[in-house]
């Protein structure tokens, strides 16, 4: 940005020099009530804002294109630029204008990206905002994210054949706000928010003195040199934009991807767990039916522990036994409940203590919250969770605050009227000159009348003047010698006294005084509170894991979910299963409830059936009920016993991904192909409509040779296969441990009634043309359909011709057959059933 530098006015001077410092952010540059952004930032700014672009005189003729926002509503403008992708640096004003000497002093207080974000309004209460740093070497793999309004912290190191798709695979996942690398070649070109570093690698000692600032010393001797690099290149680039010192450790850990259920991002998205498939809603999803959280901690722990189910079956039983203690205990999970609902977003309080961004209002609120301590801890002593060691010093935390802060101050420190005047005795003195200026000056007024004789002296005040006595000519005779000439009237004398000109000082003073001794007092507090910004952290960990688990206890309760058994055999039972989210859609008495039994000998499921008759429901509420099981969660059935999975892998339905120039057949099979890669025999494998995206007999071909696959080589996973595919149902006479089993459904004449109940056995059509009239299609089409059909299934379809004349009749025969059922049937029925079909054989011929 090379400009006439010494042509230029002082204050665009400044904006230039500022400009330097922060050159891939758009600089908003504090005037008055205004932010303006000047030159390209202005350019850039007035499009992405919607805002009109003008112009400002910058000195030797030369015009600075302008476009501004008012301060007050700076946020909503700043929320926008970053989530279109721009980066945000704030220069504020350091001293009030007015007192200035010269141009004001301005500098840059905050940087904000789309992983540095910490203002609530800025973030999702729900959600968790996570800034990833991704570095390789010698084909491994290190991954560091974190959420810097909560400090949290996580770090994983992908190795061997599959590390550079496992580390993909992750970051789809976690969905960072903001990816940083000094190896951007690492990320998939279409990677979103992704800011490059400098392309010089940190040094293990740099990672090592920034890491031992935030993180246990005991992770470190033995972290790997790459990730501890990846995990300093996190580390530095939020202090760079945080701007403060930070001394507060983060919740860290090192984990592996065996630790937990794997779910990956097509699993998520076919599962529904955040966001429905067709809307990209919450509602519809399963964390809309599950969450029953208090407090928005618990909510986005609650996300992250639905992102990782567990494995270790002793971690899940704690769980289990806390939900279970809540589920008998109505009146403790009430009262912590209760008490959760009071608790602010500590978590996110604290980063803002620690960002020195907490304003009065926010600091009451955090001493509100610690109060309800003693209570949750009573609460929780009755629990066998072993969670209750909260610091007993956090009684100090909320004494200081409310000896210090006004129960309802001032929403920001720009003004006073946030700290109690009688917890400072300058401050005291001050307040009330304020508060009694007037009756002070009247008190002076009066005692100098009485003393002087001088009837009508009065206190008179101007801008210029300031505070005088006004006496009129006719008193002057009786001026004492102390009154000190000011101004001389036509009518009448101004004067002062030493007393006078104290006060005015005062008065005058006052406010200015009052609020620099309130921002002396809230620093010194806020600086006092950060030193239990690691305690307060605990605290809320331990509120937020108490709060997803009385949440699981109230699910139960409300939705009459049972607690599962859990095994590590081949035994997976559910009685009366239920989808979580359907149910709750169309209303628990209208849900089809349904059994699963596998074991070493049934292994995989074969479920044939017509279209819309619940296939899907049902392999997809499999699913849910293991994942449930998994975080902790009891599960929507009578009775479950379910045995601990490392993954459940999904491939339902058709996506096309025609940006990147997959096909639906392509996207299939790719999905399978990484299904077949790193499923096991203790995966669930959920498998909806395989081969759908080719010919039909391409389609049947693969289908058939993945059953086999799948349980004649060691892999057998758990298996669920909803197919159109009939020929399959033969597999369970020639494949070991595959059973046919089907949905019911009953017809009424022309019209389907559906079932939904699945029983052992074969569905041997798919009543698709059923389901076509049921959904509105032409008559004359599905009429057609009919025809087609009857001619395919007698291999005639090479004799047809597409012009012929259609009959507008469908075979009578096949009709009268469609609405039999066998098993209905006395002998008698049968009989003439028979004589019923020889005799419109003979009509027809």
Known sequence: MSKPVRQLTPMMLQYLQIKEEVPDYILMYRLGDFYEMFYEDAVIASEALDLVLTSRNAGGGEKAPLCGVPYHSVDGYIQTLVEKGFNVALAEQMEDPKFAKGLVDRQITKLITAGTRTDAQMLSRDENNYLASVAAESGSYALCYCDISTFFMRATVFEGEDAHKELIEEIRTLSPSEIITAQPEILPEAAANVTELSTSLMRREKAAELASRFLEKSYLSSMEPLLLRTLGELLQYIVRTQLVEVDTRFDFSVYAREDYLLLDPTAIN??????????????????????????????????????????????????????????????????????????????????????????????????????????????????????????????????????????????????????????????????FVMEHAGEMLISLEEREREATSIKNLKIKYNRVFGYFFDVTNSYSHLVPDHFIRKQTLRGSERYFTEELKTLEEKILGAEEKRNELEREIYDELIKWLKGYSNAILEVAAIISKVDVLSSFAQLAIEEDYVRPALTHDDTFILRESRHPVIEKMIGRDRFVRNDLVMNRENRFYILTGPNMAGKSTYLRQVALSVLLAQIGSFVPASEALIPICDAIFTRVGASDDLAMGASTFMVEMSELSYILQHCTNESLVILDEVGRGTSTFDGLSIAWALVEYLTRTELHPRTLFATHYHELTQLEDVLKGVKNYRITLRKLGKELVFLRKILPGKSMRSYGIE???????????????????????????????????????????????????????????????????????????
Do not use: C
């Open 270 to 431: 076919n599962l529904e767990l955040f966001e429905t498939l067709r809307t990209k809603e919450k509602r519809g999803s399963l964390i809309w039916v599950i969450d029953r959280t208090s407090n928005p901690m618990g909510a986005r722990l609650l996300r992250q522990w639905v992102k990782r189910p567990l494995r270790d079956i002793n971690a899940i039983l704690h769980r289990q036994n806390v939900v279970d203690s809540l589920f008998r205990d109505e009146r403790i999970r009430s009262r912590l409940r209760n008490s959760f609902k009071k608790v602010g977003d500590l978590e996110r309080l604290v980063s803002k203590l620690v960002y020195t961004t907490l304003n009065p209002k926010e600091v009451v609120s955090l001493s509100r919250s610690l109060s309800e301590l003693p209570d949750i801890v009573d609460a929780l002593l009755a629990l066998p969770i072993g969670l209750v060691d909260i610091p007993d010093t956090l009684s100090e935390v909320t004494k200081r605050i409310d000896e210090t802060i006004l129960d309802d101050p001032a929403a920001t420190t720009r003004e006073g009227g946030y700290i109690r005047s009688e917890y400072n005795e300058e401050l005291q003195e001050t307040v």
């Open 771 to 845: 389901a076509a009239q049921m959904a509105g299609l032409p008559e004359d089409l599905t009429i057609r359909a009919r025809e087609i059909l009857s001619r395919l299934e007698r291999n005639e379809i090479h004799e047809m011709n597409e012009a012929e004349e259609v009959q507008s009749q469908t075979d009578p025969l096949a009709d009268l057959l469609d609405d039999v059922r066998i098993e209905e049937l006395t002998p008698l029925e049968a009989l003439n059933l028979l004589n019923e079909v020889l005799k419109r054989r003979d009509d027809e011929n």
